[in-house]
């Protein structure tokens, strides 16, 4: 099993361009989300889905699109980007949303 | 804004000393989790408590949660330098355990061989 696979693990954007991190995992976990990490901050939490079809917002969830139509892939789109946007960006998934978070290796973002 | 918060924010020792860390909350939960970061790394789960129960172990780790106060602890004992890490509380009030968990700030933990 590869686990939670985050593409790309690096990436450079201008101010205003749009682009989609990629998220799957294999585990057949239920339960997908997605965090960023600021210095200081700690992690907060973008957007989260309880199974396929379903979405909901997070804590930090203005700038960024979420969609899961399959139980496997869950993208967050950043819809233009903004220099506030600079930070890593952590997937994460768990079975049923009952049980403790698995996480991908995580993207580093910088808008220029 | 988070809802945990840890204390204290960085911390170092010698190898084989404990250290404990702290994490406070604010409002009322499921359950809180532990997960440890080593530098530019994913995070990795350590324990779940459940807001029924007081106390828990997990091999050199050992959690508290006190409800009452909206407070936890994390100790691990006989440190070594490999638990050099970042280490985050995280609580869950959602419906499930997961959804809508908040991670705190973190403490920054070295240990000195």
């Known amino acids: 099993n590869a686990g939670v696979t985050q593409t790309p693990k690096f990436q450079v954007l201008k101010t205003g361009q749009s682009m989609t991190l990629q998220c799957a995992q294999d585990?057949?976990?239920?339960?997908m989300s997605w965090y960023r990490q600021d210095p200081g901050m700690g992690l907060r939490l973008i957007h989260y889905?309880?199974?396929?079809?379903?979405?909901d917002q997070g804590e930090v969830p203005n700038g960024y699109n979420v969609s899961r139509s399959t139980t496997e892939d869950f993208p967050l789109r950043l819809l233009s980007a903004a220099p506030s946007q600079t930070s890593v960006y952590f997937c994460a998934s768990s079975l049923d949303g009952n049980e403790k978070l698995f996480f991908g290796s995580g993207t580093q973002l910088s808008v220029l | 804004s988070q809802q945990g918060e840890e204390d204290p924010q960085a911390l170092s020792i010698q190898e084989g000393e404990n250290a404990t860390m702290n994490c406070s909350y604010k409002?009322?939960?499921?359950?809180l989790q532990w997960y440890r970061q080593n530098s530019g790394r994913g995070l990795v789960h350590l324990i779940l408590i459940r807001s029924n129960e007081r106390e828990k172990h997990s091999g050199r780790l050992r959690v508290t949660l006190d409800t009452s106060k909206k407070s936890s602890s994390l100790l691990i004992t006989a440190s070594r330098a490999a638990d050099t890490a970042s280490y985050f509380c995280a609580t869950g009030s959602g419906a499930y355990n997961t959804d809508k968990l908040i991670f705190g700030t973190g403490t920054r933990l070295q240990v000195f061989p």
């Open positions: 409002t009322s939960i499921n359950n």
């Open positions: 585990m057949n976990h239920e339960y």
């Open positions: 889905s309880v199974g396929a079809g379903i979405t």
